[in-house]
Every structure is written in C-alpha cells, then in structure tokens.
C-alpha cells in the first residue's frame, strides 16, 4: 500500500523548534519532488517548501525561508521538515506530498500523494 505519514506536530511556544517526519511506505522518494504545505482554521491551504529529491534543491515560501529547512533521510525512506523560531502564525495542519517529478511543482493537484496531516499549534 502506498502511503505517506507525516509526525511530529505538537504544541509548542513561539520561539520553540517542532521536527516534521514524512515517511513513505510502498515507494520511494527517489526522482520524487517532495512538498509541504499547510492549512489554517479558516485560511486556504499554502505551498511551504518543495524539495527536488534529484537536485536536491529546495524551494521555501518567504514565510518561512530562513526558519525552516527541509532534509532527507534516504534510508529511512523520510523526509523532515526542521522548523525554528516558530511563530503563532506558523499555526496549521501540516501535510507532506510527493509527486513524481524532478522539478519543483508548484500546483498542490500535481501531486499523487498525500499525508493525513499533524498539527502544529504556537503559542505566544
């Protein structure tokens, strides 16, 4: 079965650090683009990050881009978003993605995969 399961959300205050786990199960990332996005209560979902597994290059949303970086475990077949100095408005459920393209996608219905989400709550 293929699936994709993010972990790690929590509750933590601004400031603080949370590390987000995407795993996938029944594939591998490799030639795979791997997204993370979020969604607020109220608010429509937003791009994060987009990492390129083949060029390793990754693409973050000024929103975020020098607090949170994207990595990859190729053994564990898991990719982690580190996130710091998070701030109250970093507030959502997060979800993983991952399409099979070996560029950046921009397009959330590019994608064939999705995680089931985890929440991530700051406080201030």
């Known amino acids: 079965e293929v699936q994709l399961v993010e972990s790690g959300g929590g509750s933590v205050q601004a400031g603080g650090s949370l590390r987000l786990s995407c795993v996938a199960s029944?594939?591998?990332?490799?030639?795979?683009?791997i997204g993370w996005y979020r969604q607020a209560p109220g608010k429509e979902r937003e791009e994060v990050s987009c990492?390129?597994?083949?060029?390793?290059?990754?693409w973050y949303d000024d929103s975020v881009r020098g607090r949170f970086t994207v990595s990859r475990d190729k053994a564990k077949n898991t990719v982690y978003l580190h996130m710091k100095n998070l701030k109250t408005e970093d507030t959502a459920v997060y979800y993983c993605?991952?399409?099979?393209?070996?560029?950046?996608?921009?397009?959330?219905?590019?994608?064939?995969?999705w995680g089931q989400g985890t929440q991530v709550t700051v406080s201030s």
């Open positions: 990492f390129v597994t083949t060029t390793g290059s990754t």
């Open positions: 029944g594939f591998s990332f490799d030639d795979y683009a």
């Open positions: 993605a991952a399409g099979s393209r070996r560029e950046r996608m921009t397009r959330p219905y590019d994608y064939s995969y």
